[in-house]
């Protein structure tokens, strides 16, 4: 078998977990939370959390380095979820630290200034690695990643948990959730002729 070089310029390389949550079975998303942890990027590493919830008052953007975030949305959000791509949403300040690793409780925990908001993932699905190339879902971009789903998940702030539970979906035959801890993800476009 021979090794196989991803033609495609890369542009990131880190993770990418989400929280979605609904109050009615997954006929709407009552929130939808996009945390990043970036190793690499060409706005340099660094955390950012993208949240829709009426527990934060509508979008809210949280990060450890704002040229980071407004990266992200350049790139990636606006295609992924248009209001996170929103680049006149303010930027909050936080720190970031993660919590435990699969099959166990996981967490990450953001604290601003005056709040401290915590993601949260448990009872895991099988993991599945996937690719996604440029042109899927009519996305410019592409992605490799690795999904653990979960079965339950949260946001909470200063201790208030937002409405709502994931709900289960299939991606490509596999059985998964719209809560997952996306790991090992590398995001390429095109090479530019």
Known sequence: ???QINPH???LIGENSFVRLSKDG?????????????????AGPGHA???DSSLVGGVGIYADSVPLARFLQKEIEYLLYKPFGDVGVAVTAATFT???TPP????EVLRTDKDEIRLSWSDFLTPFNFEAPPGFDSRPIGCQTTFFPANTAALALNGRKAEGDPWRLDRAGKPC???CLAWCETW???QAV
Request: hydrophobic residues 40%; glycine residues 10%.
């Open 9 to 11: 310029q890369l542009i």
């Open 177 to 179: 959730t719209t809560a």
């Open 104 to 107: 166990g409780v996981c967490g």
């Open 49 to 51: 959390l993208f949240v």
């Open 1 to 3: 078998m021979e090794l």
């Open 188 to 190: 390429f476009r095109p």
């Open 98 to 100: 993660r919590e435990g």
């Open 26 to 42: 997954g006929k709407s998303a009552s929130t939808r939370c996009s945390h990043w942890r970036v190793l690499w990027s060409p």
